[in-house]
C-alpha cells in the first residue's frame, strides 16, 4: 500500500484541522448517516483501544432552533426513527440546564447526551503512524498530477515521478475538482472560518462536562456552533455560508468584519463567551450540490475509486469510511448501501 500526500499530514491547509470535530448519532442532515455513524463510533473506540488513549470526548451536543427549522426537525427525525438518546428543551429549560446559552424565547433544543468531540489533528497524526505500522509507504510533499488506466493496473503521474498501482483512492478534498475531470462542474470549494474566544465570565461553564458542543440555526436558516474550550477558548464559526474559493488561492487571513460577526453571535446568544477572541483559522468545505458524499468509482475507469466531497460533515465518518473503502478494494463490496453516494445521482438530477 503506497499513500500520497502533496503536504504532510497533519497540516492546516485542507480541511481537516481546527482542533475539535463533533460527532454525534440524531443526524439532522439526513437519517440514511445513522448506522454509519454508529459503525464510525465502535471504529473510534477501536481506535482508542488500540492506542489506549482517549479518541473520543464526551460533551453532548445541543441542537438549538425554531421548533420547525430544519435543524431541529431533521434532528427528532433521525433521533426518533432510530431511538437515538436525546432531550426536548424549551428556552427556558434549555437556559436553565445550560445558563451560559440564551436562547431566543421561541426556540427548542434537542440534547443529545452521547455527542462527542474528535481532534483531528490528534486523530490524522495516529492514522499515519498506525498506517505505516501496519506497512503502507507514505510519501509527503509529492503531488499527484494525472493518472492513466490500464488493462493491468493505473499509471500515476506526479510531481516526482511515476507509480503504478493496482487501483487507486482519490481522496484529495478541496483539491478534487483540479485534479479529477469532470468534477468541478460539481463540486463548490467553501471557505470557512473558525475562531476562539475566551470566555469573559464563568469560564468553568465553557470547559468540558459543562458545556455541550451547540449548533444554531437562526430565523434566516444561518447555523453557527459554539464548541467547549478544550484549554484553547472556546471554539466558534458559522456552518456553510462561506464564500466559494479555491485551495490554492484561497484567502488565510481572518477580517475585522469576520472577527465582528462572530463577537455579534456571541454577544446575543452566550454572552458570558465573548472575552478576548484568541485565535483565527480558515478550513475548506468541499460541497456536493446535495451535500452527501462521493464514493464511487470513476466512470470508465473501474480502478479508481473517488472518495471526497464531505460538504462540511465528513471527518466523523472518516473511520467507518475507511472500513468502507478497504471493503471495496479488497472485495469490491461493502456492507453499507452506498446508492445514495453514487456519481450517477448527479447525472439523473440533471436530466
Ligand atoms: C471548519 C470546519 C469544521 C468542520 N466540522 C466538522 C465536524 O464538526 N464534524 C465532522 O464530522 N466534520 C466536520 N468538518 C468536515 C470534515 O473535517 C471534512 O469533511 C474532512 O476532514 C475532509 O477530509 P478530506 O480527507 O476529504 O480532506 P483533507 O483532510 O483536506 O485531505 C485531503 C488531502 O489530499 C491531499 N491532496 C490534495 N491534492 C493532492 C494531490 N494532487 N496529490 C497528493 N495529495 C493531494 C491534501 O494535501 C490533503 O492532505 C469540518 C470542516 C471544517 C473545514
Known sequence: MLGIDRFAPPHDLGSSHGRARLIREAYYEDPLY???????????????HEVAAPVLHRTGAVMIGAAESELIMGTRESAIRHDVPHELLDAKQLHQRFPVLEPLADMVGVFEPGASILVPETIVGLQVELASRAGATLVFGERVMSWEGGTDGVELRTDRGTHHARQVVCCAGAWTPGLVAGTSSLLEVERQVQQWWAPARKEESFGIGHMPVTLWELANGRVFYTMPDMGQGLKVGWHH????TDPDRVERTVSPEEHAGIADLLRRFTPAAKGDRLASQVCLYTNTPDRHFIVDRLPGEARVLLVSACSGHGFKFASVIGEVVADLVTSGRSAFDLTPFRLARFSAQAA
Do not use: C, D, K, Q
Not at 34 to 48: D, F
Not at 241 to 244: D, I, K, R
Open 34 to 48: 445513522v448506522p454509519l455513524v454508529r459503525r464510525a463510533y465502535e471504529l473510534w473506540r477501536a481506535l482508542e
Open 241 to 244: 455560508s462561506g464564500a466559494v
